[in-house]
């Protein structure tokens, strides 16, 4: 079993910074990829940005230049750093884990975060 647990969420101001970390725990082997979605109120549910053990990372155009993915391999942790946040961005942010593989077993497997709110207002 792996769980991913997010904190770092709350409410900022426009053009504040918040940074969220997600820690999966477990008995894992390996992660493939790690990444951030967010699910705006009423809206579907959509990718702000991955990044594989290897380092590559990947942005939606609305937070490139802003967001900055990183992890940690050793912590099995992924954070996400947001800058110059807009009220656009209000959405909870799930965390997401891609090829999870855990000690002793050959398949690999998905897991979702339980979301982390995210609040930018005045």
């Known amino acids: 079993q792996v769980q991913l647990v997010e904190s770092g969420g709350g409410l900022v101001q426009p053009g504040g910074s918040l940074r969220l970390s997600c820690a999966a725990s477990?008995?894992?082997?390996?992660?493939?990829?790690m990444g951030w979605y967010r699910q705006p109120p009423g809206k579907e549910r959509e990718l702000v940005a991955t990044?594989?053990?290897?380092?590559?990372?990947d942005y939606a155009d609305s937070v490139k230049d802003r967001f900055t993915i990183s992890r940690d391999n050793a912590k099995n942790t992924v954070y996400l750093q947001m800058n110059s946040l807009k009220p656009e961005d209000t959405a909870v942010y799930y965390c997401?884990?891609?090829?999870?593989?855990?000690?002793?077993?050959?398949?690999?497997?998905?897991?979702w975060g339980q979301g982390t709110q995210v609040t930018v207002s005045s």
């Open positions: 997401r884990t891609e090829g999870v593989r855990q000690l002793g077993y050959l398949t690999t497997r998905d897991y």
């Open positions: 990044i594989t053990s290897g380092g590559s990372t």
């Open positions: 477990g008995s894992i082997f390996r992660i493939n990829a």
